[in-house]
């Protein structure tokens, strides 16, 4: 049980564009969800955090206008990355939390040309 | 199946005591590990990492072993604080991708 999934997995787009990543708690309700950005052998960097039916909370430093959270129900998140660049490029991974425990997505390899 | 596992859902030490906390992963292409600590309503922070070609790395109360050919590897803070208390992820990365276990929950006990 505790399954988080991402949508999609990889992913290659134009410099310019936006992107929609998708997070899904697949057997559990999640209250609050959680962006990371990760960094080749590097630390976990928390973008935001995102509960339900409210907006979500950005770290500071994240530009909440390009990176677009929405939490639409207890087993979804979106993050969109609006007008991407080369610099977007990355691995992005989310969590669910539907307590105490948290549980990670594989992850979305992001790749912007 | 879980390719990084972490056997233990909670453990309570005695502050001032040992604390040490297990992973084991399956694939043997990962070639860096890292641990992560997070408290309640908290995104997880890094905490300490290892390269595959090390078996011990350590950064003050944290010392993080790695054992390649039983694919285990270890967490011990000592002296273990209440501050400590948290829910701590063991991550195993390589080939594109990172691989978290469900984590363990660490009370420290006055």
């Known amino acids: 049980g505790a399954v988080v999934s991402q949508h999609p997995s990889w992913v290659i787009c134009k410099s310019g564009t936006s992107v929609k990543i998708e997070c899904r708690s697949l057997d559990f309700q999640a209250t609050t969800m959680f962006w990371y950005r990760q960094f080749p052998k590097q630390s976990l960097m928390l973008m935001a955090t995102s509960n339900e039916g409210s907006k979500a909370t950005y770290e500071q430093g994240v530009e909440k206008d390009k990176f677009l959270i929405n939490h639409a129900s207890l087993t979804l998140s979106t993050l969109t990355v609006t007008s991407a660049h080369p610099e977007d490029s990355s691995f992005y991974i989310c969590s669910a939390s539907p307590g105490w425990e948290q549980y990670f997505g594989p992850g979305t390899r992001l790749t912007v040309t | 199946d879980q390719q990084v596992k972490q056997n233990s859902p909670s453990l309570s030490v005695q502050e001032g005591r040992i604390s040490i906390l297990n992973c084991d992963y399956t694939?043997?292409?990962?070639?860096?590990f890292l641990w992560y600590k997070k408290y309640p309503a908290e995104g997880p922070t890094f905490l300490i990492s290892i390269s595959s070609i090390k078996d011990k790395n350590e950064d003050g109360r944290f010392t993080v072993f790695l054992n390649k050919s039983a694919k285990h590897l270890s967490l011990h803070i000592v002296p273990s604080q209440p501050g400590d208390s948290a829910v701590y992820f063991c991550a195993a990365s390589g080939d594109d991708k990172i691989i978290f276990g469900k984590g363990t929950r660490l009370h420290i006990l006055p």
């Open positions: 694939n043997s292409m990962f070639d860096y």
